[in-house]
């Protein structure tokens, strides 16, 4: 089974910090996504990252997928108290149409 | 759109009970997902179904556990009989084109077995 690591596992800064959170894994995905999820609702996704190397921007927001495609990094530019909540990454196995693991998320705090 | 849509959103019921949740997937969406989240293990997939039929049920933790698609706008959860251990959140999910691509997913349900 494959297992994404992700770090921290909780992070609480004041509003205009920059901040990365990392997702890792041993094993190589076909595609990763990025979800934020809000108390009481369910993950929203951001982005999907498909390509090895790729970056994709989304506002303040970075997405990196490392070149092995074992790996991805979200950058946040001067955090606002709005990009509280649980950040998750998830990964699609290769030759797998249905079997996307998440990791159990970053818990970010940005304090005003 | 609506989006996913589940029901109930929270419930509560005794050990022994049979509990059914409840899911209407995004229109036009071949791919249902049902995942499960808790503190200690995060989100762990229990079952998909494409076009209504299940592919991958392996998640499932165990008997007491069925899940049904009868057609493409509904589908069901069931935990028979439920147990403290099955307290969690769950969640559907749907997307028109697999895992590689992102899911929508619905509110939850709040299970909490007393």
């Known amino acids: 089974t494959q297992l994404l690591e992700q770090s921290p596992q909780f992070l609480s800064i004041q509003e205009g910090e920059n901040l990365t959170v990392y997702c890792n894994s041993s094993?190589?995905?076909?595609?990763l996504q990025w979800y934020r999820q809000e108390p009481g609702e369910g993950p929203v996704l951001l982005v999907t990252?498909?390509?090895?190397?790729e970056v994709k921007k989304l506002k303040r927001l970075t997405f990196q997928f490392g070149d092995a495609r074992k790996d991805s990094s979200l950058h946040i530019t001067a955090a606002q108290p709005g990009d509280t909540g649980l950040y998750l990454c998830?990964?699609?196995?290769?030759?797998?149409?249905?079997?996307?693991?998440f990791g159990k998320g970053t818990k970010l705090s940005v304090k005003p | 759109d609506a989006g996913v849509i589940q029901s109930p959103r929270h419930e509560v019921t005794e050990m022994g009970q049979e509990v059914t949740l409840r899911c209407k997937p995004i229109s036009g969406h071949d791919y249902l997902f049902w995942y499960r989240q808790t503190m200690m293990r995060g989100l762990e997939l229990l079952i998909y179904?494409?076009?209504?039929?299940?592919?991958?049920d392996s998640g499932m933790p165990e008997d007491r556990f069925s899940a049904k698609m009868p057609n493409a706008s509904f589908s069901t959860l069931k935990i028979q009989p439920s147990e403290p251990r099955d307290s969690a959140v769950y969640f559907c999910a749907s997307n028109q084109r697999g895992a590689n691509y992102g899911y929508t997913f619905g509110s939850g349900t709040r299970l909490t077995v007393v």
């Open positions: 990252v498909v390509t090895g190397g």
């Open positions: 094993s190589v995905f076909s595609s």
């Open positions: 998830a990964g699609a196995e290769g030759g797998s149409q249905g079997n996307l693991i």
């Open positions: 179904f494409n076009n209504n039929v299940p592919i991958d």
